[in-house]
């Protein structure tokens, strides 16, 4: 049985949910490493788009920011910010988008602005950047995340990207048309919204994890799918297709990892 650790469960997990005809706003960190393991496996023709303005990247290497030039070195083209945001994204263009988050409440909404108190925070967190915008505006969202319960919480500190709101058709009352967040993957599990109340459920658990573990690690009462199912272990093409590529980023960046 080949080892495996929950962040590379949590990785390949999510690529295994992208497919070969997306157009996909990627996210720094776990997102850029799942499309692009997703690229280098089962979807070769993908089409990464990151926010600085590369579109069709390939890269050999995962980027440490969304500056990096091994990005626009390995692109189709590079186009600037605003025709990014405005003909792309907000065209309608992208099907997908890939975002992390430091909180989520159970409706896929969003916190990466501050812990605490807007004012008087206990931490000031990167911000929005185009997440906003991506989570209205790509097809559908997936997130990724490491479970705990100061990230999984009953209430967001601070509502950065729109998710499902206060869940149901809370979106489509807004005027928003995209589906949002359809698909949440962490270190323990996969969840899926419930099609009416939008509130996440867990469908699978990856290998040895438990539902106590589940919600001892989440800020609410979690829900799971009465067809629970075991998350498919990773193969040994996926498994050393990952660590090929954060073996190439590590040396490419002198111990400094972009995943």
Request: with cysteine; charged share 20%; aromatic share 6%.
């Amino acid at each position: 049985m080949t080892d495996f650790t929950p962040n590379e469960m949590m990785t390949i997990a999510a690529a295994r949910a992208l497919s070969n005809d997306d157009v996909c706003f990627v996210g720094i960190g776990a997102p850029s490493a799942a499309c692009n393991v997703a690229r280098l496996t089962h979807a070769p023709d993908i089409t990464l788009i990151y926010e600085s303005g590369t579109i069709g990247t390939r890269p050999s290497v995962l980027p440490l920011s969304i500056g990096d030039g091994e990005l626009c070195e390995t692109a189709l083209t590079t186009v600037s910010v605003p025709e990014m945001f405005r003909y792309w994204l907000q065209g309608g263009r992208i099907t997908l988008g890939f975002l992390g988050a430091a909180q989520l409440d159970r409706f896929g909404n969003i916190n990466t602005t501050v812990i605490g108190d807007y004012f008087k925070p206990k931490v000031r967190l990167p911000g929005g950047g185009g997440a906003p915008e991506i989570a209205t505006s790509c097809g559908k969202i997936f997130i990724t995340m490491k479970q705990a319960v100061r990230g999984l919480v009953e209430k967001l500190d601070f509502y950065t990207s729109f998710g499902h709101g206060d869940g149901g058709d809370h979106r489509r009352r807004l005027g928003i048309r995209t589906a949002g967040p359809a698909l949440l993957i962490t270190d323990l599990a996969v969840w899926e919204p419930d099609p009416e109340t939008k509130e996440f459920t867990v469908v699978s658990l990856h290998r040895g994890v438990t539902r106590q573990m589940v919600q001892d690690t989440c800020g609410w009462t979690v829900r799971f799918s009465d067809r629970l199912e075991e998350t498919p272990q990773p193969s040994e093409l996926e498994l050393g297709t990952l660590r090929d590529l954060q073996r190439r980023t590590e040396l490419a960046h002198g111990g400094r990892k972009g995943n």
